[in-house]
C-alpha cells in the first residue's frame, strides 16, 4: 500500500511517499481502507519535533522506521480482528488512529464511529481531532449553557471552525476572533459577533465573556482574565500555552474564582457519536480548507506550516495517483 511516511524532523522535506506492507488489525482493532485523511497540529508538532516530548512518541533522535503519519480518517471497514463488535466489513466509518495517511490503517474500535450520513468521507475525515476537542473543551470542561458568553480565540482554524458552531448548537451566544480574511466566514458558521485581531484587542474591550475558549494564546493569562467574567472559564487549547503558562493559571487560581481548564482531548466513540447526532441534525458542518492527493501530502504540510489554513486541510486516499 502507498502511505506517506517521517524520514526526520524539519521542514515539508521530512514527508516521503512509500510503499509498506497492509497492515493486519489485531485484537479490538479493524483494519480500514482509508478514503480521505485529515491533518491537525499535532502533525504539524510532530514534522517540527516541538514541543520535544511529542519525539518519544515519533521516535528519538530521529522518527521510527516506516512512521506513517496523520491521526484523523473516514473509510470504509475492510476487515476486524477478534473481540470487535459494532463494526463489519463495508461500514463506512470515521475516527483517528495512527498513521491515518495510508491507503490502509488500523483503528481501535474505541476510536472510530458510523460515518455521518449527510457528510462526504472529506468532510467526515475533517471532523475528528479538532471537533472532539471543540465539544469536549465546551460542553465537559467549560460546561456551556443557553444564553452564555463564549468567546473563541482563534475561530477561524481547525478547532475554531467546530467550537464556534458546537457553542451555538450549545445555546450560547458567540463571539469569534479572527483576522480580517476569515471574519465573513466565522460569522456566516454562526458567529453573533466578529473581532478582528488586526483592528482591536478583545482584551481591551468593554465585553464580558462566561467562556474563553483559547486556541492561539496570543495574549497573557493576566490580559485574558481581565474580560472574563467573575466566575468565568478560562479553556487553554493550544500546544503554544506551554507548562510555564500552566503552572501560572494553577496557581492563580488559588486566589479568584475564575477558573483555568486546561485538557486534553481524547477522540473516542462516545465524542464522536455525539458529533455524528449534530452533525446529522444541521448544526455543525465542517470548515474545509484544501484538498491535496495523498501524492501531495508534504505540500499539504507546507501549507499548514504557513498558519493561514482555514478549517482543515485534507488529504484525498483513494483514487490519488
Known amino acids: 500500500m502507498k502511505a506517506i511516511i517521517q524520514t526526520g524532523y524539519g521542514s515539508a522535506d521530512v514527508m516521503e511517499l512509500k510503499q509498506l506492507e497492509k497492515p493486519t488489525p489485531g485484537d479490538g482493532e479493524v483494519l480500514v481502507r482509508v478514503v480521505a485523511a485529515s491533518l491537525a497540529a499535532g502533525e504539524y ?35 476486524i480482528g477478534t473481540n470487535v ?66 468567546l473563541i480565540n482563534g475561530a477561524s482554524g481547525g478547532v475554531g471552525t467546530y467550537a464556534v458552531q458546537i457553542a451555538k448548537a450549545l445555546g450560547a451566544e458567540v463571539t469569534g476572533v479572527c483576522s480580517k480574511g476569515n471574519v465573513e466566514m466565522v460569522r456566516g458558521i454562526g458567529a453573533d459577533h466578529v473581532i478582528d485581531y488586526t483592528k482591536e484587542d478583545f482584551t481591551k474591550g468593554s465585553a464580558r465573556y462566561d467562556v474563553i475558549l483559547d486556541n492561539v494564546a496570543s495574549h497573557s493569562l493576566s490580559a485574558t482574565r481581565s474580560v472574563l467574567t467573575p466566575t468565568g472559564v478560562h ?7 506551554g507548562m510555564g503558562w500552566i503552572i501560572a493559571a494553577g496557581l492563580s487560581a488559588m486566589f479568584v474564582r475564575q477558573q483555568v481548564a486546561p485538557f486534553v482531548a481524547a477522540t473516542n466513540t462516545e465524542t464522536l457519536l455525539a458529533l455524528r447526532e449534530i452533525i446529522e441534525a444541521g448544526k455543525v458542518t465542517p470548515v474545509i480548507d484544501r484538498t491535496y492527493p ?16 482555514r478549517g482543515k486541510v485534507v488529504i484525498s486516499v483513494e483514487g490519488s495517483e
Open 45 to 79: 508538532y510532530g514534522m517540527r519535533g516541538k514541543p520535544f516530548p511529542i519525539v518519544f512518541y515519533i521516535g528519538f533522535p530521529k522518527p521510527k522506521k516506516d512512521f506513517v503519519v496523520g491521526l484523523d480518517f473516514a473509510g470504509v471497514v475492510e476487515a
Open 294 to 309: 495523498l501524492s501531495d501530502t508534504a505540500q499539504a504540510f507546507a501549507y499548514l506550516d504557513e498558519g493561514h489554513a
Open 235 to 241: 479553556v487553554p487549547s493550544s500546544g503554544h500555552a
Open 85 to 150: 463488535s459494532g463494526f463489519r466489513p463495508g461500514d463506512e466509518v470515521y475516527g483517528q488512529c495512527h498513521g491515518s495517511c495510508a491507503e490502509y490503517t488500523v483503528a481501535g474500535q474505541g476510536s472510530i464511529a458510523h460515518k455521518p450520513k449527510n457528510l462526504s468521507f472529506e468532510q467526515a475525515a475533517a471532523v475528528p481531532t479538532s471537533a472532539c476537542t471543540a465539544l469536549q473543551a465546551l460542553r465537559d470542561h467549560a460546561k456551556v449553557g443557553p444564553e452564555q458568553k463564549v
